[in-house]
């Protein structure tokens, strides 16, 4: 489980033991923590294909729950690219594509 689901269990448990010594300013702001990690969530799932749009995902979140799985993706993507790169260039050397690694 990721760190934004168990934070998301964890604040449902908040709201579901609030009683009537909970303002409802805190119950808003609970509520309002587990909107953004939902929304945050979309956001991430929509974008964790395209490196461009994860690092506009790691610098504009604010709650950031999945920011380490989103710093994580590029890289086999990128990876992945400097090869094709590589053979789609016969002529380049076997060295240029293990300098990009």
């Known amino acids: 489980m990721n760190e ?3 934070e998301q269990i964890a604040l449902d448990h908040v709201l579901q033991s609030c009683d009537t010594s909970c303002t409802e300013s805190f119950r808003k ?5 587990i ?3 939902e ?4 956001w991430y799932q929509a974008v964790q294909d395209d490196p461009a749009r994860l690092r506009e995902y790691v610098n504009e979140c604010r ?4 920011r380490e799985e989103a710093l994580a993706e590029p890289k086999p993507f990128e990876q992945q690219q400097a090869y094709k790169t590589h053979f789609a260039d016969p002529g380049k ?3 240029a594509f293990l300098r990009q690694r």
């Open 4 to 6: 934004a689901k168990l």
């Open 29 to 33: 702001q609970v509520q309002d923590r």
């Open 35 to 37: 909107a953004l990690i």
């Open 39 to 42: 929304a945050e969530k979309k």
């Open 63 to 66: 709650a950031c729950s999945f």
């Open 93 to 95: 050397p076997a060295s």
